[in-house]
């Protein structure tokens, strides 16, 4: 029903940063998951569907910062990038709860990582 476009990730030194945007097609609470293999899924940060509040892992907080504009796309700076970033980050909607605990559409995932 909701579809996104997610775009960034890359290759990055540690220390480094790097870029994602996502962009739904309608106006909702959003934000990224990310994924590492044999890993659970992580909730990264997300946005409320008017950018008034922002959620950051506190394994990210400091480094990486959400942000949107009026419509319906979001980024996420990822700046002084650690090895243990690196995984799959998806881009996640949430029709209904602010903090994105429960996502109802996801992204196709970009990969990001982070290596000397």
């Known amino acids: 029903q909701v579809q996104l476009e997610e775009s960034g990730g890359g290759w990055a030194q540690p220390g480094g940063s790097l870029r994602l945007s996502c962009t739904a097609s309608?106006?909702?609470?959003m934000g990224w998951y990310r994924q590492s293999p044999g890993k659970e899924r992580e909730f990264v940060a997300s946005i409320t569907y008017k950018g008034a509040n922002k959620y950051h892992n506190q394994a990210v907080r400091g480094r990486f910062t959400i942000s949107r504009n009026t419509g319906n796309t979001a980024w996420l700076q990822m700046n002084n990038l650690k090895p243990e970033d690196t995984g799959v980050y998806y881009c996640?909607?949430?029709?209904?709860?602010?903090?994105?605990?429960?996502?109802?559409?996801w992204g196709q995932g970009t990969q990001v990582t982070v290596s000397s």
């Open positions: 996640a909607v949430d029709v209904s709860n602010a903090r994105l605990e429960r996502p109802d559409y």
């Open positions: 309608g106006r909702y609470a």
